[in-house]
């Protein structure tokens, strides 16, 4: 990707015209809390989350596994598996809060999701065409040869080569590559104004990924979505995104401006993993971030990042609220703000 | 690290791996190349990364060192205590990609690892479990660990075992597949640094597989390029990423996205046109040419699309070799910035 | 693909002469001798004889099968003895009475089991779930007649609904002309309501009867079935762009899992042939499967051998089509063998001999 140019914001995916920053943000995630039940446990996935995003800006969602960022992806559209229990919270599309039947109904029509694994998440026995005509049907009540019409333009516009031959495929004929452009096709097929995309491209080799980020940018631009990235990769959301959010089991831990976060952020988990990341041009030693996220069946006790954090004091037997640190930045930590999280982390 | 180094220990010689298809609508026999003509050597005490996309080949060459992957011509040797100077077994041992299904999930621990010891022959019954021991404290694990069941054990962790187990029957040489994909980015580091420092400390040498450019570049001190089943660029890790001469490991390097530093690269992104074609049906002359932008810089060259390159000698006297008639074009028409946007996949 | 097709139909015409050979062996090689049942205990050994002569069973076996097969092949099925008819003629008088009620009795209990079945696979744990879980055991553990009996003490005896279990018609109805042999189309065809809605009541019950067992099995097979599919990726794809529930559970959920369901169908309906026998038997119902019965007590075996051949056959037809319905349902199935299947690793010899591999292929393999 190019460098990055001095205008304080990520290249390509600059706030789209006609939006400001006073606008009331498209989607909202307040305060959501959720758990797994089964009989012998309950695991505390998420705890008091709240994100938001905004018309026409790119918020990049970052957290390893168990951090719980693809469960508050879920909860934005009501996508939850059925354990999980919902004990809190509330989304608010458009300043208009949503209950099950309201997130129900902007699914698919005004916010579209893009999944990781492309080849799992078609419907392995129905034809392509059909699968992304299904939403035109469905919301825009198109008839069937209108629909299908309108897939071979989606598809021809995610660049697959002759769509109309393509329509009639089925998901196992195409490769990785070409079933995520599918997907992304099926996603936008009603020009939702908000794609969620959980890991698009984790299972994708790296030029492929680089052809469909290119090609959420394009879309973005031409429809004027907004675009919600779920990702473990920091690189890719530094690339492409406005904003950040990083989370840690089940927290949200520091948010802002995805420039801003990654030269100098305040969080030691974010600094931590930033330094652990192994970046081309560099052959420095990285610096691993000891010890393993939490369980979260047995519950977590003051703040949980503690056992890993190279700072941690007296006061974090405390949980550390998320607060701002500065303009639109914000940080659960109780250090933050206090000079920078830096010092020496463990090496290896 | 060079003082280091011992003489090639391992040498694989013009290997290939194919395989028959048959059927398809026509029924017709058709012939997958997983690996063609593929040659290189490695050094005792090096590490050598091989990087590639899928179809590449790279897994299939990491099956065949080991052992697990016969070939269809060429040889692979190594030199060792074995027979005739060869390999011993247990001499050669591979790391997994995949923690959560290269460990049966049931075993305890201490059994997977001292099946590896037993098996592996070097020491006798009633050290078996001092050996595991040691091994356990070399990977950073708790001893109190080797009562749990795999199942019970983190994605880092497993990673860790199976590392153990690799190091039973003290290898000279281990095959790292893929070995930290699968892993959350912190245990990723911890994993990579933990390969480094085992190598420094037993003198080991390492095949390092990873579609992860940044990965390999940490790990390996020299790398080779595949595509397609065929190698297309080998040098040092800093020479070949930094000014690749091969116009794929050009396109390779630009697409990885960085954290908002200049790329290493230093120019603007290339974007390749669609995916790598079939093993099976792969394009005539260079594999690549259809994809290829510096072919289409340099007004497509027939040659291009007729005769396939060989790797070429010694680019800038680094050892750099790669697979392209026009490779000392390359860096000139990068920093020239004539990249432009793709043109169409010709077929 | 043809070659699949014909493959399969030699296949077949392997297992019929196979199960040809096994039914003729079974009754030559049973215990009693034929021609004195047929001739009577008070026959005369003459008597006897000469039926034995004309039943040829003084041939030996290679020559009595021979004879048997050319039979067959001109469409003589032989003769029933103890009826004094041709098999042929009774095949057809009763054939299209168990073929009426094996129809509606499929097409009830697949019906039926299969939208049960995805229906307490939606809600899995709920009472409904539970209930016709139940239910479903109950109706594959009791045995047919007994169901059948039950049925008629509940519907006819008790409640007078149901007409007397005599039989296809009442013994007022007249027959509508054969066309079919189905009198349900038969009537239909003639314009003949009254006796249309005879017929059906009297299909009802014994319709019924066999549609339970069938039923209860697919609703198990199709809930599991749907159950794992339930959980797939695709699923939640469906519900991501706004499907609401019962289309994902019919048109995606069922759809994808419908292999298995489809097979079982199919093999429920040759089970049918077997149910009918008993049910056959509690409501009178003159078909083929009373004829197996009274053919068998009475060491009849040319009915019995052309009905088992019958059986066999359709077994086979009702497989083969349900083979080839496999790639219409699922796509990624190919009869043929496939085109992205690898088949082994080259040895150096055929390495060293074959051409540069190139050609147009139709799917990609990962190395």
């Known amino acids: ?348 | 690290m060079p003082a280091d180094l011992e003489s090639t220990i391992l040498t694989v010689d013009r290997a290939s791996v194919s395989f028959e298809a048959r059927g398809g609508r026509t029924g017709q026999k058709r012939v997958l190349r997983a690996l063609d003509d593929v040659s290189l050597q490695v050094r005792g005490g090096e590490s050598l990364g091989v990087v590639g996309e899928s179809g590449c080949g790279k897994t299939t060459l990491a099956r065949a060192i080991v052992g697990l992957q016969e070939l269809s011509e060429g040889t692979i040797s190594v030199r060792g205590d074995g027979e005739h100077g060869g390999r011993r077994r247990g001499d050669v041992q591979m790391v997994f990609q995949d923690p959560y299904s290269s460990l049966d999930p049931h075993q305890r621990v201490r059994s997977i690892i001292a099946e590896s010891i037993i098996a592996a022959g070097l020491v006798p019954k009633h050290e078996v479990r001092e050996r595991i021991a040691s091994l356990l404290d070399l990977v950073g694990l708790h001893g109190d660990l080797s009562d749990r069941r795999a199942t019970e054990l983190s994605g880092g962790q497993r990673q860790r075992v199976g590392i153990a187990r690799a190091l039973a029957s003290e290898p000279r040489i281990i095959v790292c597949d893929e070995p930290v994909t699968a892993l959350d980015v912190s245990i990723q580091a911890q994993i990579i640094n933990l390969l480094t420092d085992l190598r420094r400390r037993l003198g080991l040498t390492y095949v390092f597989i990873a579609h992860d450019v940044a990965v390999v570049e940490q790990v390996a001190d020299r790398v080779m390029v595949m595509y397609l089943g065929r190698v297309v660029e080998t040098g040092t890790v800093r020479s070949v990423f930094e000014s690749p001469s091969h116009p794929y490991t050009a396109a390779l390097v630009s697409a990885v996205p960085t954290l908002g530093a200049e790329p290493a690269s230093g120019h603007s992104a290339i974007r390749l046109v669609g995916e790598p074609p079939s093993p099976v049906a792969p394009p005539s002359g260079c594999r690549f040419h259809p994809r290829c932008w510096l072919r289409d810089v340099l007004d497509r060259p027939p040659i291009c699309s007729e005769e396939d390159p060989h790797l070429s000698g010694l680019v800038n006297g680094s050892e750099q070799r790669a697979a392209c008639h026009f490779f000392s074009e390359t860096q000139s028409a990068l920093l020239a910035g004539t990249v432009g946007p793709p043109q169409a996949v010709d077929e | 693909m043809k070659r699949y097709v014909v493959r399969r139909i030699g296949a077949t015409l392997i297992v019929i002469w196979l199960v040809s050979v096994g039914s003729f062996l079974l009754f030559r090689l049973a215990p009693g001798d034929p021609a004195r049942l047929v001739a009577g205990p008070l026959a005369s050994p003459a008597a006897v004889a000469s039926i034995r002569h004309q039943m040829q069973l003084n041939e030996s076996p290679i020559n009595q099968y021979l004879g048997y097969v050319d039979d067959l092949v001109h469409g003589n099925f032989g003769t029933a003895w103890h009826l004094h008819q041709s098999v042929g003629s009774l095949l057809v008088q009763r054939l299209p009475a168990t073929a009426e009620l094996a129809l509606y009795a499929s097409i009830l209990g697949i019906l039926g089991g299969v939208l049960i079945g995805a229906l307490a696979a939606a809600r899995p744990g709920t009472l409904f779930d539970r209930i016709t879980g139940y239910a479903a055991i109950v109706g594959l553990g009791t045995p047919v007649f007994w169901l059948g009996l039950v049925l008629i003490l509940i519907f006819y005896s008790h409640l007078g609904i149901a007409p007397v279990p005599i039989g296809r018609l009442s013994l007022t109805t007249t027959p509508p002309p054969h066309v079919t042999g189905f009198l349900t189309i038969d009537s239909l065809l003639a314009g003949d309501f009254s006796a249309l809605g005879d017929a059906l009541a009297h299909l009802a019950l014994p319709v019924i009867t066999l549609a339970i067992p069938i039923a209860a099995y697919l609703a198990r097979v199709t809930r599991a079935s749907v159950l794992e599919v339930y959980d797939s990726d695709f699923i939640r794809t469906a519900r991501a762009k706004g499907v609401g529930e019962r289309r994902v559970l019919f048109r995606h959920a069922l759809r994808a899992g419908f292999l298995p369901v489809m097979t079982l169908a199919a093999l429920s309906i040759g089970d049918l042939l077997s149910g009918a026998v008993l049910v056959e038997a509690v409501f009178n119902w003159p078909g083929v499967g009373g004829l197996a019965v009274e053919s068998i007590a009475a060491h009849d075996f040319a009915p019995v051998e052309a009905i088992v051949l019958i059986a066999a056959l359709t077994y086979c037809i009702l497989n083969l089509v349900t083979d080839l319905l496999y790639g219409v349902v699922d796509a990624r199935i190919r009869l043929d063998g496939g085109s992205s299947t690898v088949v082994r690793r080259m040895s150096r010899r055929q390495f060293s001999r074959s051409p540069s591999g190139t050609g147009d292929v139709d799917g990609v393999v990962q190395a």
């Not at chain 1, 354990?83 to 209950?99: C, H, M, N, Q, W």
């Not at chain 1, 401006?257 to 990341?277: E, F, M, S």
């Open chain 1, 1 to 348: 990707m190019s460098a990055i140019a001095d205008t304080g914001e990520g290249p390509g995916s600059a706030r789209l015209p006609g939006h400001s920053e006073d606008d009331e943000p498209l989607i909202a995630l307040n305060d959501l809390s959720v758990q797994f039940q089964d009989r012998h446990r309950s695991v505390t996935a998420v705890r008091g989350v709240s994100i938001h995003v905004n018309a026409g800006e790119v918020l990049g969602l970052v957290g390893e596994s168990g951090s719980g960022k693809t469960i508050t992806a879920l909860s934005l559209i009501g996508l939850l598996p059925p354990t999980a229990v919902v004990r809190g919270g509330s989304v608010t599309f458009e300043g208009i809060k949503l209950d099950q039947r309201g997130l129900r109904g902007i699914r698919g029509a005004k916010v579209g999701m893009v999944f990781q694994n492309p080849l799992s998440s078609f419907n392995p026995v129905q034809r392509i065409g059909t699968q992304i005509a299904e939403g035109l049907r469905l919301h825009r009540n198109m008839s069937r040869s209108a629909s299908l019409e309108e897939a071979a333009r989606l598809l021809a516009r995610v660049g697959i080569p002759e769509p109309h031959q393509r329509l009639m495929s089925y998901p196992h004929e195409f490769s990785g590559g070409m079933l995520q452009r599918a997907m992304v096709a099926m996603a936008i097929a009603c020009q939702p104004a908000l794609l969620i995309a959980d890991e698009p491209t984790t299972a994708l080799d790296v030029t492929v990924q680089a052809q469909v980020l290119e090609l959420f940018a394009s879309v973005r631009s031409e429809y004027g979505m907004a675009l919600l990235l779920i990702t473990h990769n920091l690189a890719v959301v530094a690339s492409v995104a406005d904003r950040i959010v990083v989370m840690y089991a089940g927290r949200v831990v520091e948010e802002g401006p995805v420039i801003d976060v990654i030269q100098a952020p305040t969080h030691p988990y974010t600094a931590g993993l930033l330094k652990a990341v192994p970046k081309l041009g560099s052959t420095d030693r990285l610096l691993s971030i000891p010890g393993q996220p939490p369980d979260l069946s047995k519950g977590v006790v003051g703040c949980a990042y503690r056992p890993r954090c190279p700072i941690s004091g007296p006061e974090c037997e405390a949980d550390p609220p998320l607060r701002i640190v500065s303009g639109a930045r914000c940080a659960a930590c109780w250090k933050a703000g206090s000079g920078r999280p830096g010092g020496v982390l463990d090496a290896g």
